[in-house]
């Protein structure tokens, strides 16, 4: 492939060249999480709605995906200090713009595992990990906080829906108005 080609960022789907997109870990870790978080949230709203018969299994799911959740942003805030980033598009302060709203997205990405494992132990409920693994906590029953925790929970969980929906108008701005290649550097 030329390298007219491969640089060229039209919305056609052309590839960009690598240098131009996140690193292949990056990406991965990007889409990993995302469709374990877009189980994990409704998995996690449903649960008050659902029949008691289902409601263990919508705890294990949600759960059991949550705390994944919370290794892989692990793995990716490391990742993030060392892997090649491509250049931003667009004015000074929509750099800053986009960087707050990631930001943001890494911190209630560890927020909602870590408050939901404490929750829940709190509760007095120690997390199983689908059912086989029980998972060491730091913090046993605990009635005097549990409530806390869970309101914590619940908060940042809407918190983390706006910034979601921020993100993709964000996208979706880049990809059908400014017509620029900002989707395809993730994917
Ligand atoms: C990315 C990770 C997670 C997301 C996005 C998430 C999201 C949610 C949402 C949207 C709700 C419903 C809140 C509401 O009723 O308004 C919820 C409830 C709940 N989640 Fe999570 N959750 C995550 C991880 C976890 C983990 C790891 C655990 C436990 C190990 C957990 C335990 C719970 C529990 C027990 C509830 C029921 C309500 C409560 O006591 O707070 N969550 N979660
Ligand atoms: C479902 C559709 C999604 C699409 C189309 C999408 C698209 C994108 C695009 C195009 C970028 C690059 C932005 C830039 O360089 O300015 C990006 C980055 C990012 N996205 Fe998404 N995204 C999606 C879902 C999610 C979800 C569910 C989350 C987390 C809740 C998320 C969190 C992030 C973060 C934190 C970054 C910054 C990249 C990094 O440093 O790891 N995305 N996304």
Sequence with gaps: MSE??????????TPLAP??????????????VAVLVLATWPLGFLIHYVN????MDFYM????????????????VGN?????????????MEKIAAESVHGLLYLFLIVMPVSGFLATNAHGFPLKWFGAVTVWSPIGKSPEIAGT???????????????????????L????????????KIL
């Excluded at 007219?4 to 789907?13: C, H, I, K, V």
């Excluded at 919370?70 to 990716?76: A, E, H, N, T």
């Excluded at 701005?173 to 395809?184: G, K, N, Q, V």
């Design 149 to 171: 925790l869970s309101a914590i929970h619940e908060w940042s969980a809407w918190i983390l829906f706006a910034l979601f929906a921020v993100h993709i108008a964000a996208v």
């Design 173 to 184: 701005f880049h990809h059908m108005i400014r017509r620029d290649a900002t989707l395809y």
């Design 80 to 92: 993030k200090l060392i892997a090649r980033k491509p250049p931003a598009e667009g004015s000074a």
């Design 4 to 13: 007219t080609l491969q640089t060229q960022t039209s919305a056609a789907g």
């Design 61 to 76: 799911l949600h759960e059991g995906f949550g705390f994944l959740v919370l290794w892989l942003m692990l793995v990716r």
């Design 19 to 32: 240098s131009e997109r996140y690193a292949v870990t990056t990406r991965l870790l990007h889409w990993l």
């Design 52 to 55: 008691n018969d289902a409601k």
